[in-house]
């Protein structure tokens, strides 16, 4: 399924900052307590293939309605994903305790991803080394390899270390394809994020951030192993 038929070409269009997109791929969203849950069932008629949904924030911030979206999202047979929004000041410890109180027993299609957005005003050396921690640990417990997120102009200026590319990568920049640069120490992005304003039938809100990969269903579910 080309992206044109997914989205159809003024919404592709729009969403990739008038870019003109060949390339065959998954469509997904990214959503939280921000979005009320859609109709999960007719997101997946019009093209949407998987769902990540916002698990848990810091130390304490538990997203209410990630229950709803992970129970509607299954249903509909979407591949779905859970991340956390780090914070490096915080306690890393009580943070890892928090993502996995939420997300034990349920059963995930896709790599669990660390959201790092933000530096909380430390060195960015030592956030890096923080978020670097926090997703060893993900991967001794569950045994399969988490996925950053983070914007493309936030990983250059960090210059992360060439350990990080071991870790699956997902990228957000809100652009043409073709202005996208994957940020060292990695080669590719594995999951890109093109919009915060995107809109297909089914949502209850006015957008949802939208994201592609060109892996294909089963290297997704791989991804991370």
Known sequence: MSIESIFGPRSIES?????????EAILGIDVSHYEPVPDYKVLKTHGVEFVYIKASEGTQMQDPLFEA?????KDAGLLV???????????????????TDVIKDKAFDLPLVVD???????????????????????????????????GESFLHDAQLPVEFASYPLWLAHYGPKTAVKT???????????????????????????????????????????
Not at 15 to 23: E, G, K
Not at 69 to 73: I, L, P, Q, V
Request: no cysteine.
């Open 116 to 150: 790092w957005e933000t530096n909380d005003d430390q060195d960015v050396e030592e956030s890096a080394a923080d978020v670097f921690r926090f997703m060893h640990y993900l991967e001794l417990k569950f045994k399969r390899k988490p996925m950053l997120y983070a």
């Open 15 to 23: 969403a990739s900052n008038n870019s003109s997109q060949n390339l």
């Open 183 to 225: 940020p060292k120490p990695w080669g590719a992005w594995d999951v890109w994020q093109f919009s915060e304003t995107f809109y297909v039938s089914g949502l209850r809100s006015n957008a949802v951030d939208a994201n592609w990969t060109t892996l294909s269903l089963e290297e997704l579910k791989r991804l991370g192993f």
């Open 81 to 99: 994903g859970a991340y956390h929004f780090f914070h490096p000041a915080q306690n890393i410890s009580l943070q890892f305790q928090n993502f």
């Open 69 to 73: 979206h992970y129970m509607g999202a």
